[in-house]
Structures are given as structure tokens and as C-alpha cells.
């Protein structure tokens, strides 16, 4: 019953953006800590950005300049506004709903392919 649906993803060249969006159901989204995490092939999954409930944020070194998460709780919605992108942001892109005690949600994916 609870589902995390990505969206958003593509192709775009280097300099690009794109905006990611995850549309989650099944729970009271507002509670929940969203998290944005990518695989690029060969590599581990890893974070991306977090955004807790009230709204504070974190990122990525990599990221921390040209990547904005977000939330819409009304919409039950988290984004990702990726700015800038570079070829090593290629990556399947996962959006997760993190839990304390039990183990998390997370979305099927989206691929994000960067040019040069």
C-alpha cells in the first residue's frame, strides 16, 4: 500500500537541469524524513539530500551547490531540482522514506543520463 513513485528523470547535456519528483502514498507523509539517494553503475547507492519534516536539509558534497530537495506536504510530494548537472551525476535516482525502528520505502527509480 505504500508507494513511492519517481518521476522526472532523463537525458539532458552537461550544464543542464532537470527536476526529479517522488509522489508518495500509502502514509502520513508530512512525519516522514525523504531522502533522495543515486547508483551509478559500479558503484554504490549513496545520499543525495534529506529533508526532514521541518523542512531542514542536507547534501551531498558533490551536490551541495547545484541541488535543491523540497517537499509539498499538502501534495505529499518530495523534489529534487538538480541545476548545473555534470556527467558524473549519471545515475539511477531513488527517492526513500526513511523510518527509525523498521525498515524504509523506497521508489523504483529513475535514470538520469548527463552528457558531455
Not at 33 to 60: C, F, H, P
Not at 70 to 88: A, C, F, G, I, W
Request: hydrophobic fraction near 35%.
Amino acid at each position: 500500500q505504500v508507494q513511492l513513485v519517481e518521476s522526472g528523470g532523463g537525458w539532458v547535456q552537461a550544464g543542464g537541469s532537470l527536476r526529479l519528483s517522488c509522489a508518495a502514498s500509502g502514509m502520513i507523509f508530512g512525519i516522514y524524513t525523504m531522502g533522495w539517494y543515486r547508483q551509478a553503475q559500479g558503484k554504490q547507492r549513496e545520499l543525495v539530500a534529506r529533508i526532514a519534516n521541518d523542512g531542514s536539509a542536507n547534501y551531498a558534497d558533490s551536490v551541495k551547490d547545484r541541488f535543491t530537495i523540497s517537499r509539498d506536504n499538502t501534495k505529499n510530494t518530495v523534489y529534487l531540482q538538480m541545476n548545473n548537472l555534470k556527467p558524473e551525476d549519471t545515475a539511477v535516482y531513488y527517492c526513500k522514506l526513511e523510518r527509525r525502528l523498521l525498515h524504509p520505502y523506497w521508489g523504483q527509480g529513475t535514470q538520469v543520463t548527463v552528457s558531455s
